[in-house]
């Protein structure tokens, strides 16, 4: 049975389908766990296109909750957020986590501090970006409040070339995620974008990076981050990841019952 916790609905401006159809697109290629993560509002950041706004957040947790409930039985549905790391918002997001009883929050590190001041991390151009994507990831990692690294290798999205500060910053966001047992995320979204349309840059997930997860033994969670139901239904790449994942010897671990991940039982 296939599984992914990293799910997006139209709420944040750049995903369609709704969660039913998500939802059955799932069922109809064997999917037992699906997880709702849509990438999470802020407040005072109104950012169209980009996240669902505050106002949202309620009709987001109360749609997917009715859904796991009339689905119990037949696909475990799961509540979260992919959420950057704002260091001075990040109190207003353990109130809402417990507020909303969410199961989980993913960290998908996409911008720096937000996107009126910062930069977007897939666009990063110099070794500088990179260093303060890395800087940034690490302080996210302190917070001990997500589950799992979404698209560990986004740095790379648009980078030219794999140089000696892309190396460095691999190697530390392994180190770090494989000392707290933090899951990196091999992205199936980005494996697509790969072989179907291609990166400006090096793309992800990028194989040196993944090598690098592969020495020090990192944990790894692989997910559709899907933006459209055919993402669900279309399993080609997920079928690739598996066997990429298998390939490099990393761990693959889940997100269990309790919302919290460990080792895939295999
Ligand atoms: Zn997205
Ligand atoms: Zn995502």
């Known amino acids: ?33 699906l997880g709702f993560s849509d990438h999470s509002p802020w407040p005072r950041l109104h950012s169209p296109g980009i996240r669902m706004d505050e106002s949202m957040l309620p009709d987001y ?10 689905y119990k039985g037949r696909i475990r549905i799961t509540c979260g957020l992919e959420c950057e790391y704002f260091p001075d918002r990040m109190s207003w997001l353990k109130d809402t986590k417990a507020a909303y009883q969410l199961d989980y929050l ?40 997500y589950a799992w690294l979404a698209h560990p290798d ?9 140089d000696d500060a892309c190396r460095e910053t691999a190697r530390e966001i392994c ?26 840059g090096l793309g992800y997930p990028y194989r040196e990076f993944w090598e690098i997860a592969a020495e020090e033994n990192c944990p790894v969670i692989m997910n559709v981050d899907a933006h459209d139901p055919v993402q669900l239904s279309d399993t080609t790449y997920y079928e690739m990841g598996i066997k ?9 671990y889940d997100m269990m019952d309790n919302g919290l991940v460990q080792p895939l039982a295999v």
């Open 1 to 33: 049975m296939r599984k992914n916790h990293h799910t997006h609905t139209p709420r944040c401006g750049h995903a369609v389908g709704s969660e039913r159809e998500y939802i059955e697109a799932a069922l109809s290629a064997d999917y037992d766990a």
């Open 61 to 70: 947790v109360s749609t997917v909750k009715d859904l796991r409930e009339e």
């Open 106 to 145: 993913i960290f998908g590190n996409h911008f720096d501090l937000d996107e009126e001041t910062g930069i977007y991390f897939g666009s990063c151009r110099s070794k500088q970006d990179v260093r303060r994507y890395l800087r940034t990831t690490l302080e996210g990692f302190n917070t001990g409040m």
């Open 154 to 162: 986004l740095y790379l999205r648009r980078y030219p070339e794999f």
């Open 175 to 200: 180190r770090a995620a494989a000392a707290s047992r933090i899951p990196l995320e091999y992205n199936l979204l980005g494996l697509r974008v790969q072989h179907e349309k291609g990166f400006s």
């Open 244 to 252: 990429n994942i298998t390939a490099l010897g990393l761990t693959p």
